[in-house]
């Protein structure tokens, strides 16, 4: 009879025990009187927090919202957060991790150090002319060195896709996200497409049968002239209307990223940071850890010169 109490106490003291360590909680944000928190349960349900693909599951309304909110240092209500998307809320948490050595994970660190910039937001006005709609050239290759196959990262993107439709043919949605990160790669790293080469969903399997993964090196730049050696006064007011930035703007932007230095985030505007995001999506790159980038994961971004210096 006694071992029987000693068993149920012995396991009553396990339930309570794993209960405890299930209802520990992390603290957020705080917001006057109000404390969210999130369980360690609920933590193992946000995915997205290791996603890098943010910026393309958010509109740009909803990026330039956080943005200003990280910007001009106002927290997050409860309410307010609990309204978001967890992409919108993995996007939030990552603008904090990228000010300071902080992982995404340390929400403790967030709320103690608080949030405070002295920085304005500078906006991009879109009403430069002429206006651009792509593909984009930010460089060129001599006829003799012009790229015979698509890029080892395009070639990744492509797998993803033919994946999807091989294992989950319903799943369009997945699907429609991947050829979204692939037309946008098309559309802006376009200098470094084959002659003629354009995304057809039937001959991606196909595309990616005839790609040879192990073939190095995986980018051969010998005959590339990045877009700074001949700009010309134009390139200041070209005004690219999906991303709303200058072709400077977006030159700027992927000199960053080729310098593997995360920047600070909060010194760029929400179509800048939008279309930052989306580039380091597109090739495998935490945007809020730029340094954790390999010289593969950047070499297309090279834009020669640094963009104040043209």
């Not at 990160?181 to 990616?208: D, M, Q, T």
Request: proline residues 5%.
């Amino acid at each position: 009879m006694s071992n029987n109490n000693n068993n149920k106490a012995s396991s009553s003291s396990s339930t309570t025990s794993k209960t405890s360590q299930d209802d520990t909680t992390t603290w957020l944000f705080k917001d006057k009187e109000d404390v969210l928190k999130l369980t360690c349960q609920q933590l193992k349900k946000m995915p997205q927090l290791c996603s890098i693909d943010d910026a393309f599951h958010l509109s740009d309304s909803e990026i330039s919202e956080i943005f200003d909110m990280f910007v001009f240092g106002r927290l997050a209500a409860t309410e307010e957060y609990m309204k978001w998307n967890l992409y919108a809320k993995a996007f939030y948490l990552k603008l904090h991790s990228s000010c300071g050595n902080i992982p995404p994970f340390d929400y403790e660190s967030l709320v103690a150090d608080g949030i405070s910039s002295d920085q304005e937001l500078t906006r991009v006005i879109g009403f430069a002319r002429p206006r651009l709609l792509g593909p984009f050239k930010f460089g060129e290759y001599t006829e003799r060195t012009q790229p015979r196959c698509i890029p080892y990262h395009l070639y990744l993107l492509l797998k993803q896709a033919v994946a999807i439709m091989k294992s989950s043919p319903t799943k369009t949605t997945k699907l429609k996200m991947v050829e979204k990160k692939i037309r946008f790669f098309c559309n802006y790293f376009h200098s470094h497409l084959p002659l003629g080469w354009k995304y057809k969903r039937g001959r991606a399997s196909k595309e990616v049968e005839s790609y040879d993964p192990t073939r190095k090196p995986r980018y051969d730049m010998s005959g590339y002239t990045p877009i700074s050696s001949f700009t010309c006064a134009y390139v200041e007011h070209e005004y690219d209307e999906q991303t709303r930035l200058s072709r400077q703007s977006m030159i700027a932007t992927m000199w960053t990223i080729h310098s593997r230095q995360t920047p600070n985030l909060w010194e760029m505007a929400p179509e800048e940071i939008s279309f930052y995001c989306k580039i380091c999506s597109c090739f495998g790159i935490d945007y809020h850890r730029l340094e954790a980038a390999s010289e593969d994961d950047v070499c297309l971004m090279n834009v020669g010169l640094h963009p104040r210096s043209f």
